[in-house]
């Protein structure tokens, strides 16, 4: 029987702003969508962390038993820039700056993604539909709203009618925003836009002479609008009703709330059961920003580089330290809070490690079905990552008391301990058994400190011992390269 039969999931839902019971439209079978990268630049650690959160939210419905759809975008144009209609398109700005077509932009960001990510031990989603490979799909769903008289043509572009789509149903029910607010708060346009309202929002856009990135439509040759795109490629794998739609928190307003009223004006069906949005994560108390300095790139935290780190930390160390926050809270990453993430996850490695020098008794003194059953429990409260993770440490307290013989548990129950320890720990949270890269700087340390005695010996004229040290870290796979700055080294 699958785990999910037996398990009462509960899933926050931004839309109705409460824990609700986790019911699947098919049984046994879930949707996902989750709205993809813009491939401009690299992912910055907040992207991580947001793409994080649904990684397990797949890992958890996947250990449940259901088969999951999990389809993630990739965003590879029509993502303008501070996501004004009138903005330049984010990646063409990019290969205008870098003088690079535009798909060599979206080529070399879009496998700079998947490298970070498979770093940090993301499992692949099912379907990674990207916006170019549905131009198609998105004009027909802009005929069947311009058909439905909720979508209008200007000047080439199309746009879509947001007060008119507001007298039938409700704009904002997303986001709780209030479309009059909306209009008292909004600047009258200077006359520039093609737009009826500043609130309608562009499903198409004409291309301007200079754009490279243009396809033909009924309305101009141009490209399609963002929010658009993910309603497209959501329900073309999906179907126009699907089970959970996931996202940054910042994404809420207006790309979900738009692509709720798109599929209402296009099927008339709102698309999703459970919107789901994942919080941010800031740098030392400040929104993580390019443009302030105020980031880590994800590779700094296992390569170095970074002028907000003492050490570098291994990959799961860092998905130990976001998986210590409940996806819908706030995080701040500091040197600080890592460090001590560090410690926690190298003491519950190591307690696992020893469990096999736990000797079986006859009988059990600690309720390892409970234990089993508080872990489940907090992943079913909404995926509370925190929670599972202060049971984990719960049952690091029992090993100790196991290896001292304070406490005994008969094979069986000893059994059902460490399946359930590698379930959560690598099935469902993801992390992987490599402690530190504490190791690998010793290593760099040794090596350096050879390099040293080489050049000493040099100095003075003993090749002998010069050449020896060379030859026996050839012999190891360190090979030394002699240059004008020093002496090098890569190991193989
Ligand atoms: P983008 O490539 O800008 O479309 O963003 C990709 C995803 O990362 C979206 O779901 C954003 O909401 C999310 N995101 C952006 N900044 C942060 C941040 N500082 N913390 C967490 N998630 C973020
Ligand atoms: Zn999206």
């Known amino acids: 029987m699958p785990l999910y039969k037996t398990q009462n999931l509960k899933i926050y839902n931004s839309l109705s702003g409460e824990k609700e019971v986790f019911i699947p439209l098919h049984e046994g079978n879930v949707g996902m ?15 991580v962390r947001t793409f994080m959160s ?24 029509g993502h303008v820039v ?46 990674e539909p990207t916006a170019t490979g549905h131009i198609i799909e998105q004009i027909e769903i802009i005929k069947k709203i311009i058909d439905n008289g909720i979508g209008y043509v200007s000047n080439g572009s199309v746009y879509f009618d947001v007060l008119k789509y507001n007298e039938t149903h409700n704009y904002g029910i997303l986001s709780g925003r209030n479309l009059e607010d909306m209009i008292a708060n909004t600047r009258e346009l200077d006359g520039q836009s093609d737009k ?69 004006a296009c099927t008339g069906q709102s ?82 490690d020893t469990i096999n020098e736990i000797t079986p008794s006859q009988s059990s003194t600690i309720d390892i079905q409970a234990w089993i059953a508080a872990c489940y429990d907090a992943m079913n409260d909404d995926f509370n990552t925190p929670i599972l993770i202060a049971q984990l440490f719960e049952a690091v307290r029992y090993i100790n008391l196991l290896k001292e013989n304070k406490e005994t548990l008969t094979a069986e129950d000893l059994s059902l301990l460490t399946k359930a320890m590698e379930s959560f720990l690598f099935d469902v949270l993801g992390l992987t058994n490599e402690k530190s890269l504490e190791n690998n700087d010793k290593l760099d340390s040794v090596v350096n400190m050879l390099i040293g005695m080489r050049n000493e010996a040099r100095a003075n004229k003993d090749f002998a011992l010069s050449d020896t040290i060379r030859d026996q870290l050839t012999a190891l796979g360190i090979n030394l390269k002699d240059g004008k700055e020093g002496t090098t080294f890569s190991i193989n």
């Open 82 to 127: 501070d996501d004004e209609d009138e903005g330049e398109d984010k990646i063409a700005k990019k290969a205008r700056v870098e003088k690079l077509e535009p798909m060599e932009i979206v080529q070399r960001y879009t496998v700079d993604f998947h490298e970070i990510l498979k770093e940090f031990n993301f499992l692949p989603p099912s379907i």
């Open 271 to 352: 698309p999703v059961n459970y919107w789901m949005h994942a919080n941010m994560l800031t740098l030392n108390g400040k929104k993580m920003a390019k443009s302030t300095g105020n980031n880590i790139l994800p590779r700094e935290i296992y390569a170095g580089g970074s002028p907000f780190l003492s050490k570098k930390y291994s990959p799961s160390v860092a998905r130990f330290f976001m998986l210590q926050a409940h996806y819908r809270s706030n995080l701040d990453f500091t040197d600080d809070a890592i460090a001590a993430s560090e410690k926690g996850f190298v003491r519950l490695m190591e307690a696992y």
């Open 33 to 47: 969508y989750v709205c993809g990268p813009t491939v401009y630049s690299n992912v910055h650690l907040g992207n």
């Open 54 to 77: 649904f990684d397990v939210v797949f890992r958890y419905l996947s250990h449940l038993g259901y088969k999951v759809r999990y389809v993630r975008n990739i965003t590879d144009v």
């Open 196 to 264: 009826r309202n500043p609130q309608d929002f562009a499903l198409w856009k004409r291309a301007e002479p200079e754009h490279i990135m243009r396809w033909p439509s009924p309305w101009s040759d141009g490209f399609p609008g963002w929010h658009l795109e993910c309603t497209a490629m959501s329900t073309k794998y999906l179907g126009n009703h699907f089970d959970i739609h996931g996202g940054g928190m910042d994404l809420k307003f207006p790309h979900h709330e738009c692509e709720i009223a798109q599929n209402e």
